[in-house]
């Protein structure tokens, strides 16, 4: 291991300490158990609003692709087709959300606190699963871009710490399309096309162990892997979607496949498990439904849930919220769309954006949600247009907050999950 490596490795997280007395966990846990019931009957409000920063003169067509909060709450990450990730640091740690002002469209709340410059398309990202930003050797992201080796940023810096390298055949780099970190925080798990290369986080450079999603005689699940999400239970278990339409369930120790589900339309972008583990929620490129998978019998699809995604490739990425009750979606249409996971039945929406709504993530303990939207545009020829002429409701990303329940609706509410799922336990 060279010098570099050498000195990435010593700023590199720490897990083993982080895991033993597992500190974050433990406050994760208090924080859901407090988390306020969200209102989802009554529209939020736009608490902070950012689109001319993401338009520069030479790329007017820049557009976000997804947005994510980070695992302690303290800032958001956007990716973008200019190549850059940024992060956006919410002011006093999100608490002003409940003073009423509404964002205007036409000028951003506040620039980015980080840019990060990727050299070619980026396929992913994902934050250090026990970030967070009063302990700065956690405070890290993992990133994957086109013919680029996987990259561990600094996210309080900026700055890359190091990178995980994987080779093809011919001894040539090769770029993973999917990315996660596995609970433990200890190993990066990436998809490649009909592989899983399995990355030791303290051990970086060209070292990894490989494994085939295909079997000797052929069966197995085929295509690029392009999504992978592990429980959050810590049972083991490790869901990956890939282009082939398919998505798989696998064990996280020694990548053994468990079984394969088959259902969707196009290429799987996003999969995500319920909050106690149970069930899988699934995504796929020009595919108009979200699927719910029951793992513990994987036969039939519990139910669907539809968004507006027929005429896009882009992935359209969804969320739970932390009590696990809602799921929230975006769609070509410009809305959230909130769906009830006991029922599966819509429960509401709203206008986030004037074009795709492609980014949607649940803030970890406040009643706060992040939107990203837009898709790229094509200026017709010889037309004597040379630039696109965009509202602050197009190609932009959005803060917004929720209002909650009454401590009693929130006791009303919690029994009443808890007897409808009891009900659907019984009726499965």
């Known amino acids: 291991m060279g010098e570099e490596e050498q000195q990435h490795l010593s700023n590199s997280p720490n897990p083993d300490t982080e895991i033993t007395e597992n500190p974050r966990q433990q406050q994760q846990e208090e924080e859901y158990s407090s988390w306020p019931a969200i209102r989802f009957d009554v529209p939020p409000q736009r608490t902070y609003h950012f689109s001319r920063q993401f338009r520069t003169p030479s790329n007017a067509n820049n557009f976000l692709k997804a947005v994510k909060w980070s695992p302690d709450g303290s800032c958001f990450l956007t990716s973008s087709e200019d190549n850059t990730l940024r992060v956006f640091a919410i002011p006093d740690s999100g608490n002003e959300y409940v003073n009423g002002y509404s964002a205007p469209a036409d000028e951003d709340s506040y620039a980015a606190s980080l840019v990060?410059?990727?050299?070619?398309?980026?396929?992913?990202?994902?934050w250090y699963p026990y970030m967070s930003a009063s302990d700065p050797v956690t405070c890290v992201l993992a990133s994957t871009a086109r013919d680029h080796p996987i990259h561990l940023w600094d996210a309080s810096s900026g700055q890359l710490r190091c990178t995980y390298r994987a080779y093809d055949?011919?001894?040539?780099?090769?770029a993973a399309f999917?990315?996660?970190f596995n609970p433990s925080g200890t190993k990066i798990f990436a998809g490649y096309n009909k592989l899983v290369r399995v990355f030791d986080l303290h051990r970086p450079g060209r070292d990894y162990n490989q494994y085939s999603t295909v079997q000797g005689n052929k069966e197995g699940q085929t295509g690029i892997m392009s999504a992978m999400a592990f429980s959050p239970t810590h049972n083991g278990m490790l869901a990956i979607g890939s282009y082939s339409k398919t998505t798989a369930i696998y064990r996280e120790?020694?990548?053994?496949?468990?079984?394969?589900?088959?259902g969707h339309e196009g290429g799987i972008t996003h999969v995500q498990f319920s909050k106690d583990g149970n069930y899988l929620y699934t995504g796929g490129r020009k595919d108009p439904y979200i699927l719910c998978w029951d793992i513990r019998k994987s036969v039939d699809v519990v139910y669907k849930l539809y968004r507006s995604a027929e005429h896009t490739n882009q992935r359209i990425l969804f969320d739970i919220e932390p009590l696990g009750r809602h799921l929230c979606t975006g769609g070509q249409d410009g809305f959230v769309h909130i769906y009830d996971l006991q029922t599966g039945q819509w429960v509401s929406g709203f206008q986030a954006a004037l074009d795709?709504?492609?980014?949607?993530?649940?803030?970890p303990f406040l009643p706060m949600a992040t939107t990203s939207s837009g898709h790229r545009r094509f200026l017709p020829p010889d037309d004597g247009i040379d630039e696109l002429h965009l509202s602050g409701h197009e190609n932009c990303a959005s803060v917004w907050s929720f209002s909650v329940a009454s401590m009693e609706e929130n006791v009303v509410e919690i029994n009443g999950d808890d007897h409808n799922s009891q009900n659907r336990l019984q009726n499965l």
């Open 178 to 180: 999917s990315i996660a």
């Open 253 to 262: 120790d020694n990548m053994e496949l468990l079984y394969v589900l088959h």
């Open 116 to 126: 990060m410059n990727e050299g070619e398309s980026v396929y992913d990202y994902c």
């Open 356 to 363: 795709t709504v492609n980014g949607f993530s649940f803030h």
């Open 169 to 174: 055949a011919v001894d040539e780099i090769t």
